[in-house]
């Protein structure tokens, strides 16, 4: 809803210029300086992975190196941290994916009895802050003594992740014309056929904004992590541990890689669909 | 044949999904609910004997650090709908072609990770960092001055990290307000202000409803924020209940404690629904 009034007979000519709404000058100042602010930390984090440090806080700007970048995978617990992290990440990506897809697909394409409540569980479970769903996952994993560590965090990531990427296949599922499923059948295709060949490709888009979004969520969570990790390590659990003692510049040349590798994809994939849609 | 498989088609599917959110989700906070109300330490074990005491007690020691969470909570959640309210509203309105890269520019902190992105703000506000080291030496500080160990610190932290959760929904509103109505605002003699005020402001206020979610649970609950940038003097209930976990072991009264955290919060967003006139909670949180 971009365009501004385009209907035929509306209001005269000499009206229009009153119709801007507020004009742009200053809010664009604004939206400029708010963008550098929000740039500036990452910015920061970036400059001193290149710094020549030798204390073990670094905190202090003492000269230009590449030795970081060279010695990357220098702490040995430390590469392994981010290994568990962008493994559960991906493994999690998976389990939700499907789970999720398959839960927004019910809740977009189907009326049922306790439909209210599903969405009820799903609104609680995005909304809980995650303060308190890592404590009673604690709780909870205490009291039936289950060992903590790499399974209990994938286990406690699937469950944030598969509201989300519930909700965004609803959103997409609920506006799909059913006719299309039925003509599918009635030229004789199965149930599975018609999933396969019609359904999924149709909520396509939202099966994918929610895989990015499980796996986006995972990689980065501390809080559940933290009270589901026993003795695992990954890669934000890591780096908080490191802030009592001094944070390595290596993890600001991981977090700068992580940045850049996050930026290329994103640009990359809107790249893509743009020339994808002009082949058209 | 298809009726009955119709019928029994969105249990299966949602079966799944529903029975991970039971396991991991409902039934850790039935167990949180009944450790809460246990007595006993980790070495003789936790036993449940009704002990609503545990309740009475938290908030005894700790309620000065609830207020102090929620006050933080609101201060930050104020200070991301006033510094995301205008962006987004220049964007949705004036940002033309480039609308997504703009956004996409608002959104990039969330390629950092979170305890990441707060020690890169640490690194901002140390005392000779890029911000106060050329406003000392400038003399437009004096030397002394520090902004780190202090709730200022806290809640600009909060406010960096969170403020992205409030621009997507703002924008996503704005984004849809039909220009036609601000027309017909302007045509009723409506000034730039009255139309905003009357117009533009209560359409896209569902955002700022979901922003509000999204930040002030979150915000509230967090202690990364408070551990790094605070120092001791500034902790929220957050940093009590992972201290309660991790290093007393106090299991019972940390989880009376995040019991009573989770209530506040429900309540609060109740309250706030309410206030708004809000019919449908779920709708608008959905958007």
Partial sequence: MTTTLTAPNSAPRKRRHRHRPIKGRGLKIYTVVLVAWLLLPIGVMMLFGFNDTHSKQNFQWEGFTLHWYAHLFD?????????????????????????????????GRHRFRGQGLANVVMFAAISCPELVMGA???????????????????????????????????????????????????LGAGPWTTFRLVTLPMVMPGVTSGALLAFAL???????????????????????????????????????????????LAVGNVVLTRRRARAR | MRRVKGVLAPYLLILPG???????????????????????????????????????????????K????????????????????????????????HKST???????????????????????????GPVLGPLKSWGLLPEGFHILDSGFAVVSGLTYNFLPFMVLPIYVALERVDHRVIEAAYDLYAGRFE?????????????????????????????????????????????????????????????????????????GIFAYARALGTKDVLEAAGR
């Fill in chain 1, 75 to 107: 702490k040995k617990d430390l590469t392994t941290a981010l290994v568990n992290s962008l493994t559960i990440a991906l493994l999690t990506t998976l389990l939700a994916t499907v789970l999720g897809t398959l839960a927004g697909l019910a809740l």
């Fill in chain 2, 195 to 267: 139309a905003f005020r009357r117009v533009v402001l209560p359409l896209s206020l569902p955002g700022v409803f979901a922003g509000v979610i999204m930040t002030f649970v979150p915000v509230t609950s967090d202690y990364v924020n408070a551990s790094v940038l605070g120092g001791p003097g500034n902790t929220m209930i957050g940093n009590v209940i992972q201290t309660e976990y991790f290093t007393n072991s106090e299991y019972a009264t940390a989880s009376a404690l995040s019991f009573t955290l989770m209530a506040l919060l429900l309540l």
């Fill in chain 2, 18 to 64: 529903g029975l991970w959110l039971a396991v991991f989700f409902a039934v850790p906070l039935v167990f949180m609910a009944s450790v809460s109300l246990m007595t006993g330490n980790l070495i003789d074990g936790f036993t449940m004997t009704w002990h609503w005491q545990n309740y009475a007690d938290g908030l005894d020691v700790y309620g000065d």
């Fill in chain 2, 66 to 97: 609830v207020v102090r969470s929620l006050w933080y909570g609101l201060l930050a959640t104020a200070a991301c709908i006033a510094l995301a309210y205008p962006a987004a509203y220049w964007i949705a309105f004036r940002g033309g072609r």
């Fill in chain 1, 136 to 186: 009673s996952l604690l709780s909870m994993f205490v009291a039936t003594e289950t060992p903590r560590g790499y399974l209990t965090i994938l286990a406690a990531h699937v469950m944030f992740s598969v509201s989300f990427v519930a909700i965004t296949v609803r959103a997409r599922a609920v506006g799909l014309d059913a006719s299309i499923e039925e003509a599918a059948q009635d």
């Fill in chain 1, 218 to 264: 995972s990689v980065d969570d501390f809080v559940i992590t933290n009270f589901t990790s026993g003795a695992t390590q990954t890669f934000p659990l890591w780096v908080w541990a490191s802030t009592r003692t001094g944070t390595p510049p290596q993890v600001n040349v991981m977090g700068t890689l992580i940045f850049a590798a996050g930026v290329l």
């Fill in chain 2, 102 to 128: 703009w956004l996409f520019m608002l959104l990039l902190p969330f390629f950092v990770s979170f305890v990441l992105r707060t020690i890169a703000w640490k690194l901002v506000l140390t005392d000779q």
